[in-house]
């Protein structure tokens, strides 16, 4: 079975800094995919960005990016010149493309943003 | 905005009692989920569905049934519930098991069994 690992519980950055959040999986499977989800006080779940394990190339989406490592099932987000909205707990999910129904997710990291 | 919603928003009930948890779709989407989200676990799948009438179990669905008669109403059932179901509950909703099965999350609703 698939599992997801986020040992970070909380992190913290300045405003204007950069931070990284890590991700770490396990599967015996060579195609997947790997989520980063946002989830600030509202509660709601918000994709920030995807990353098809086919494709060598990390994703970005404006100021996050992750680093895809496969062999070391690593997937982990950066985030760029951090602003106050990006304080939220992060969740990393995988989901297998044999089983397209399940996400499963990493238990979060929460990140906290100082002006 | 995918058009999900939820109802109740929150709820609290007593031990024993059932209750019924309502996902809502606009969008005519295939695939519906039921997740709860609870401290040091993350999500976690209860059941979700791949057409009317058509469900299956997910990680977590002991206590929990659903029920799917029509396309936009997914329908989370405890039938008697007890205070370890006291947690958040998400709905989510997708394209379809292809590759951009992207999965879309209502706002969650939740449930404090007393």
């Known amino acids: 079975a698939q599992t997801v690992t986020q040992s970070q519980p909380e992190m913290s950055v300045q405003e204007a800094e950069t931070v990284t959040l890590s991700c770490t999986y396990d599967t015996s499977e060579s195609d997947y995919y790997l989520f980063w989800y946002k989830q600030p006080p509202s509660r709601q779940m918000i994709l920030v960005i995807r990353?098809?394990?086919?494709?060598?190339q990390n994703a970005t989406e404006n100021r996050f990016s992750v680093n895809f490592q496969k062999a070391a099932k690593s997937f982990s987000l950066k985030i760029s010149d951090s602003q106050l909205g990006d304080a939220a707990m992060y969740f990393c999910a995988y989901r297998s493309i044999y089983n397209t129904d399940k996400l499963i997710f990493g238990t979060g990291t929460r990140l906290q943003v100082f002006p | 905005d995918a058009g999900i919603t939820q109802s109740p928003r929150h709820k609290v009930t007593e031990t024993g009692t059932p209750v019924t948890l309502r996902c809502h779709q606009t969008e005519n989407h295939r695939y519906m989920y039921w997740y709860r989200q609870d401290p040091g676990h993350g999500l976690r799948l209860i059941h979700y569905?791949?057409?009317?009438?058509?469900?299956d179990k997910g990680e977590v669905s002991d206590g929990y049934s659903v029920s799917r008669s029509k396309t936009e109403d997914f329908l989370l059932t405890l039938e008697s519930a007890t205070s370890s179901q006291t947690s958040v509950y998400f709905c989510?909703?997708?394209?379809?098991?292809?590759?951009?099965?992207?999965?879309?999350f209502g706002p969650g609703t939740r449930l404090t069994v007393l």
């Open positions: 990353q098809e394990a086919y494709k060598q």
């Open positions: 989510a909703i997708s394209l379809g098991s292809g590759s951009n099965n992207e999965q879309f």
């Open positions: 569905s791949y057409g009317v009438k058509d469900t």
